[in-house]
């Protein structure tokens, strides 16, 4: 079978001589202007060739600018519009995919249990999308992001279809982990540091398209206490992210045959650990925890005592210090705080919109009318909201497929270190449902990055269960 990894000898050279001399001319003109946009210039031509050339490392681009820089903007604008590194990568990696389908003859499309149902997921989401014109006018940011959210979606068929070896497999759950401890490594760093050089150092990214100024940081409403957010703009935002590479980390060293070193693990999951608890992030932290309950279920039942005894532990001492992460984790779960006060009437709100549009939802835009809003700290009435029950629905079969066919495919595994590579992807997605009780991320189209990481999981499940007990190194898309 022809590789989908390396394109023909003349044309990958051909490319890649064109990308740097036009690289060159724009970097040299740019130049005159900023020296920040003359060096992303420069890059932009070596990452060009790169995504161009090898898929995997796309991939592995994808995981580094979900972590790292989530919100980076490239510095040189594309007629009105600025993409971001996101877009950039993620289009282009759907582009070489869908060329290589359509111009190679050994290319096919690699099918997927769950690949019609995605797709009906995204087409009920393009209805919502239709239907809410006749309820409100959808500005040129709604469109946009919208249309970023169903790139990041659209992930899930390039890792299918790229990711074919057990190798690419173990790269893509070791990047997602390494990526979640550079992102907690720099999150403590900019926490620890004195707050005028931490704001300083965080507005230094304006040309990026971040935000800059003295409200960089994040502090709790309630407390004053300082949050961490790395460079993910939001501490919750941040605690997502870091709350799959925790899962899958965790996982990782239950393992037989981890896809690290164990000191790299272990060093990984600590930095990870004390970002997590810096973020104050609730639903992180809960959606953690019922992954570490997932993993103690497949994989070591030894666990379930200490995690119920630190569960214990934390709900009946947690409120005695109030400025504890234990006590923000208990007022947040009793409803003592504000911030939990406002989720519980944001879920009435909810469901008396839900209520009164109930089958389509109100769409990607404004609510209809001026008693009510879209917004929601729950993926699941966020979801209801924008996309009806109809479109709710559709997500939930998508997920009790994922696990129907996980499960089964678990059932059939020897390999001890493929299986828990599975075990640890779900105990991740787990883990991101969870969390999604209390918060919106990994479905908000104004946060691309988690959505994409979401189905970036999503996709490695697939991966991991249809690589069963292959070869290393075979061709997983004959499975």
Known sequence: MTSAKTNSPAGFYLAAISAVCVGLCVGAAAALVNPLIAAAALAAPIVLVLLLSNTQAGLLAVTCIIYLLPFGVIPLPLGPVKLTLLDATLSVLLLVWIGRLLTQPGEHLEGSPLGGMVVVFIGLATVSFLVGLSYAPITAESVRFFLK??????????????????????????AVILGGAAAAALAVGLYYLPAETATRLLSSLKVLGYASGPNVLRYNAATGVLRAIGTSVDPNVLGAALMVSSTLCFGQLLSARPVLR????????????????????????????????????????RLFIPLLLLAASVYFFGGAADESFAGHLVSGLTFQDQAAAMRLGE???????IARYPWFGVGFGEAPSVDLYVGVSSIYLLLAEQMGLVGLASFLLTIVALYVVSLRRLLSMNDPGLRMLLISLLAATTAALAAGVGDHYFVNMRFP???????????????????????????????
């Open 149 to 174: 959210a169903i790139n990041s979606i659209l992930l899930f068929f390039t890792i299918v279809n790229c990711v074919r070896t057990r190798r690419d497999l173990e790269q893509l759950v070791a």
């Open 262 to 301: 164990r000191s790299w693990l272990v060093l990984s999951f600590g930095l990870i650990a004390v970002a997590l608890l810096l973020t104050y992030s609730r639903g992180s932290w809960i959606g953690f925890l019922v992954g570490l309950f997932f993993l103690a279920a497949f994989r070591e039942r």
């Open 347 to 353: 879920y009435k709100d909810a469901q008396r919109l």
């Open 449 to 479: 990055h988690t959505v994409a990481l979401f189905w970036f999981i999503i996709g490695l499940n697939m991966v991991a269960g249809r690589l069963q007990e292959l070869p290393e190194g075979s061709d997983a898309r004959r499975n």
